[in-house]
């Protein structure tokens, strides 16, 4: 017994340094998850407030068209272009796709129509073809906008109106998605391409058949390597929690142990995968295009970047059996969420399914050459 242990113990160790002497292999493990996690986390993180690039024309000399235009430079929402200063210059920009809008304060914005005692106008909005959805959500802007001035004038009571009310509930953002899809995509390139990668260069250079001549067995050899991807795949996730926490504000609502646990299960069950993959392929012009042949589809299917909810409905039927599925959808529900082990017993369920499976195909189709 104290063999078996010792022989896993050396094995571990050997396969953890071996890991942190390789600069490929750290670059790849570590560094490139985190480089995707700050070129995503620069467009997903922040507040992601909704904003309109346009053009801003005031055409009117009234005191009124004044004020609106002082009251649109000082929006947070539009982003006014003070290089435009015509309405060709900004159409010219419109084709372009440079340029969400134009809006124009005509002459008479602001002045009193004939037999009227109330100053009116009507603002413009000229937008490309291509840019109709933005220029509503522009021009119902704008509306609200207008409606402090236009109660100003005239009083008038809605019979219907729209009130809000905030649940209380956490939400997710979107740099919350990314992060968790990033956590599955960081653990594949551990779990899959390493073994895959590694294996068949060990069976090339004669390593595994030398190892084959020892007493070493098959399912100690899993083990250690088990033990030392998990180690590794620790370090790469506690890396990308720190540089998402304080670099990108992400909030943390679940419990750290139960992240542990469910992360360490998800890291064994992904090595499964890479296991039967370089276990199998007798060199890399096997193992990288079957790597490729599993992977890819989760990596876009599995919600790994964008949530599964925005594709249809039999996609989401299809991916939600991808041993990766569970792992981004469990990782998120508990980081995000907050739910506990017990709240994400369907998704676990799934990985501990996944992990027999997989690792029953890989010892099938292990060879040591």
């Not at 100053?119 to 909005?125: E, M, R």
């Not at 506990?340 to 996944?354: F, H, I, K």
Request: proline residues 5%; charged residues 10%.
């Amino acid at each position: 017994m104290d063999y078996l242990y010792n022989t896993i113990y050396v094995f571990s160790k050997v396969n953890t340094k071996r890991f942190f002497r390789n600069r490929v292999a750290i670059f790849f493990g570590l560094l490139f998850p985190l480089v995707i996690l700050f070129v995503l986390g620069g467009i997903f993180g922040g507040n992601n407030a909704v904003s309109f690039k346009v053009a801003l024309l005031n055409e009117s000399t009234t005191t009124i068209a004044t004020k609106v235009t002082e009251s649109m430079a000082s929006s947070t929402v539009l982003k006014i272009d003070p290089t435009l200063t015509n309405l060709t210059a900004a159409k010219q920009k419109l084709e372009q796709g440079s340029l969400d809008a134009a809006i124009v304060l005509p002459p008479s914005f602001g002045e009193k129509a004939a037999g009227s005692t109330t100053p009116s106008g009507q603002a413009l909005v000229y937008y490309a073809h291509t840019n109709a959805q933005g220029a509503q959500a522009l021009a119902s802007l704008l509306t609200s906008e207008f409606e402090p001035l236009n109660a100003h004038f005239v009083s008038t009571v809605f019979p219907f109106t729209v009130a809000t009310r905030e649940t209380g509930q956490q939400g997710l953002t979107s740099f919350d998605y990314t992060f968790a899809g990033l956590l599955g995509f960081a653990l594949m390139g551990i779990g899959i391409f390493g073994p895959s990668n590694v294996f068949p260069e060990l069976k090339r250079l004669g390593v595994l058949r030398r190892l084959h001549t020892t007493p070493l067995r098959v399912s100690q050899y899993f083990i250690a390597t088990a033990i030392s991807q998990a180690t590794t795949g620790l370090v790469t996730v506690a890396a990308m929690f720190f540089v998402g926490i304080f670099f990108f504000h992400l909030k943390v609502i679940g419990n750290y142990l139960d992240l542990i646990v469910f992360l360490l299960l998800s890291i064994v069950m992904v090595l499964g995968i890479g296991l039967a993959i370089g276990g199998w392929a007798k060199d890399q012009s096997q193992a990288a295009p079957l790597s490729n042949i599993i992977t890819f589809p989760m990596l876009f299917l599995s919600g790994t970047f964008f949530p599964r909810y925005l594709m249809p409905g039999w996609v989401q039927t299809i991916s939600s059996y991808f041993p990766l599925t569970p792992v981004i959808d469990g990782l998120r529900m508990i980081a995000t969420e907050g739910k506990s082990l017990v709240g994400v017993a369907p998704q676990l369920a799934l990985v501990c399914l996944w992990l027999a499976v997989v690792y029953v195909i890989a010892f099938r189709l292990f060879r040591w050459s």
